[in-house]
């Protein structure tokens, strides 16, 4: 069994050529792997289209609920210790726009139209999930 001795007298890593290929090999950078992760709402717009449209949903229907609680003397104050609770809901809104969001920006696929039908729709109902929250607070509070 014989050792094979590539560097010689004088040579130090940067001119000796197995070790330079070795440094090299190393110091390129590696492409990354074919499939990344990426999270549900970016792999499928559909999914994320969907989930944007009953998010508006349930927000809206919450929404248009919170406006018809009937109101009195102490109403006031009892909305306003569940404000905290409350505001779930526009936060839910804007989670829904943006869903509604990276589905309309990620449309690249057969269902192109229904895709731009639904994530529009969806976007519309968390708006207005928002506006009819908001009109429910100032309904309660201005008593």
């Known amino acids: 069994m014989e050792h094979r001795v590539s560097a010689q007298a004088g040579d130090t890593p940067e001119t000796d050529p197995d070790e330079f290929g070795r440094l090299q090999a190393e110091e390129t950078p590696r492409e990354p792997p074919e499939s990344e ?7 499928s717009a559909p999914l994320a289209a969907g989930a944007a449209l009953a ?4 927000t809206l ?3 248009n609920m919170l406006s018809r609680v009937p109101l009195d003397q102490h109403a006031t104050f009892g909305y306003l210790l569940m404000l905290p609770l409350l505001l779930i809901v526009p936060a839910f809104s804007l989670a829904g726009l943006r869903l509604a969001y990276a589905a ?6 057969e269902a192109r139209t229904l895709i731009v039908i639904v994530t ?3 976007a519309l109902f ?3 999930a928002m506006m009819r929250f908001g009109s429910a ?4 509070f201005s008593n």
Do not use: P
């Open 37 to 43: 992760i990426r999270i549900w709402w970016q792999r």
């Open 120 to 122: 529009l729709t969806a």
């Open 61 to 63: 229907w919450f929404g």
């Open 126 to 128: 968390n708006v207005l």
């Open 137 to 140: 607070l100032l309904r309660i």
């Open 104 to 109: 309309y920006g990620n449309r690249e696929s």
């Open 55 to 58: 998010i508006g949903a349930a």
